[in-house]
């Protein structure tokens, strides 16, 4: 067998690119799934909790599956996320009623819990003494996903359809699980975990807890926007292709923004941005309901 070192030159690579289809689907549905919900019937309540259901689960598959990776490996659990994705990629073009959907939506999120232990494992394993560098890629790679999905997802529904949204989806799933044969496989870990109690670790570093709450914060806004935001552009007589190009600009700037954050971050604190930046979510949402469809036209003519 080669060792993993020598692996890494051309593991990491592959590895960053069956990540980055990985996570396309999630990110090619964000756009337009609370519009392909409505069109089935679902209510703005309905939706909410249609969109939710795949964070839901996908949090309980997480935790799980990440033992399971520990324990087996990585390449099998990997390999059955995909298929799972690419799955339920093809069920949503069956669904017929909210219910329906909410039944996909659950099961996408369970798979997906595999692909992301998965992933983040084999990187970290066969990365060898370039780890750093590998999980770099790693982090560009879903950045890659976020703005590849997020703009094609608008310019495939107006084009074709929300049908061709998913099949193309599961055609790139495809192409994940065919590249991930030919990754390597690892062993699990069979030396047994110590237990760790979280309760002590937030005690003694009390900063966690301003950062997980920053982080709460800032995923449930998040999710309001992408369940909210396709409708309320609807509703300003705009399109698919407009939410996709939204969402697609807040992770073009949420990227550029990130290293520059980081660098500021090391001279004048944590705290201080985490707030600067919640307020800045909390304004941008006191905003949006006072844009009119002149000033959205200004910057994406229909």
Known sequence: MIPINSQSRWVVPLLSVVTFLGFLDTHLLLPIMALY?????????????????????N????????????????????????????VSMVLYTV?????HLGIVRAVHGSSGGLVGPATMSATA?????????????YGMSLAAATFVGFGMSGILVAKFGYRAVFLIGALLLFFGIVI??????TKGYTSES?????????????????????????????????????LYVAKLEMEAFHVGMLLAIFSVTSFLIQVPSGILSDKIGRILLVVISLWLCALSLVIIPFVTPTNVSIVLPS
């Open 95 to 99: 669904c017929r009623l909210p219910v």
């Open 180 to 185: 991930s044969l030919f990754l390597p496989q």
């Open 37 to 57: 919900a409505s069109s089935l019937g679902a209510t703005a309540g309905v939706i909410g909790i249609i969109i939710g259901l795949y964070s839901l689960t």
């Open 125 to 137: 394993n066969l990365s060898g003494n370039q780890k750093g560098k590998a999980m770099g890629m």
């Open 59 to 86: 949090t309980v598959a997480n935790i799980f599956f990440g033992r399971l990776v520990d324990k087996i490996g990585y390449k099998f659990p990997l390999l059955a996320g995909l298929i799972g994705d690419a």
């Open 194 to 230: 110590t237990s760790i109690d979280m309760s002590k670790i937030f005690i003694k570093k009390k900063g966690l807890i301003i950062a997980y709450s920053g982080v709460f914060s800032q995923y449930f806004t998040l999710g309001g926007v992408v369940t909210l935001l396709p």
